[in-house]
Every structure is written in structure tokens, then in C-alpha cells.
């Protein structure tokens, strides 16, 4: 009996974690999906210097807001893909965070922000505890 409570106790610990990774990839999503709204915004009011790129911008920044709300939404349901995807995306959000302290239009607050939020949901998805409840999920659908 023992054993098998430390199990529910790991998944539980787990599924914590993963719904505090849920929590910042939601931020993370709404973020970008005002950054949308504001290119958006730049088209709709005539300050786009290419209709067509602005446009362009907007629709993919839309899917890719869609996209990690539907990360967020899928970790504490237990969906290992959106494990996999998180991780992606915050690589992503690292590679925009070092380009944040240079060039022109860089900003050290944005990537700061975009560094923290990256580094706690890839401490939260690839935590011990939360691996262990993969590992321990696979092994039982075998």
C-alpha cells in the first residue's frame, strides 16, 4: 500500500506543477496575443508600411497565441505532447530574450521577463517529480 500512495503522491505533486507551468504558459499566451491585437491595431489605423506583411504578422502571431493557450490548456490534463511543446516554446522565447539587449528596439525589461518566465516553466515541465510521472504513465499503458 505504501508504494502505491507514493505514486499518487508523485502525481499529484506533479499535476501541481504542471498547472503552475499552465498558469505562466496562459500569461505567455495572452502576451502574445496582445502583441497581435497591437500589430493589428498598426494595420487597422493606417500605420503598416506593408498591408500585406503586417497581415501576415497579425495571422501568424494569432495562431501562435492560439497555439500556447492550447500548450497551456493541454499540461495539467497530462497530454506528454504539450510537455514536448512547452519546451519548444520556451527555446524560442530564450532566442527573443538574447535578442532583447541588443540592436535596435532592445529592451532589457521584456527580456528579462521572457527569460523568467521561460526558465520557470522549463524548471516546472522537466522537474523530477513530473518525469517520473510520465515515466511512471507510459510504463503503465504498456
Known amino acids: 500500500m505504501q508504494h502505491e500512495n507514493s505514486g499518487?503522491?508523485?502525481a499529484s505533486r506533479a499535476g501541481k506543477l504542471l498547472r503552475w507551468a499552465s498558469w505562466i504558459v496562459i500569461a505567455e499566451a495572452v502576451a502574445v496575443?496582445?502583441?497581435?491585437?497591437?500589430l493589428l491595431w498598426g494595420l487597422i489605423?493606417?500605420?503598416?508600411h506593408s498591408i500585406a506583411a503586417e497581415a501576415s504578422l497579425v495571422g501568424l502571431y494569432a495562431v501562435a497565441a492560439a497555439w500556447v493557450w492550447y500548450i497551456a490548456y493541454s499540461l495539467p490534463r497530462g497530454k506528454r505532447w504539450a510537455r514536448s511543446a512547452?519546451?519548444?516554446w520556451q527555446t524560442c522565447?530564450?532566442?527573443l530574450a538574447s535578442q532583447s539587449f541588443?540592436?535596435?528596439g532592445a529592451n532589457t525589461i521584456i527580456g528579462v521577463?521572457?527569460?523568467g518566465t521561460s526558465v520557470a516553466v522549463l524548471w516546472l515541465v522537466l522537474n523530477p517529480a513530473v518525469n517520473a510521472d510520465s515515466k511512471r504513465v507510459v510504463e503503465k499503458e504498456k
Not at 33 to 38: E, H, L
Not at 45 to 48: C, E, I, L, Y
Open 8 to 10: 499518487t503522491d508523485a
Open 33 to 38: 496575443a496582445a502583441f497581435a491585437a497591437f
Open 45 to 48: 489605423s493606417g500605420q503598416a
Open 86 to 88: 512547452a519546451v519548444f
Open 93 to 95: 522565447q530564450l532566442f
Open 102 to 104: 541588443t540592436g535596435r
Open 113 to 115: 521577463a521572457l527569460i
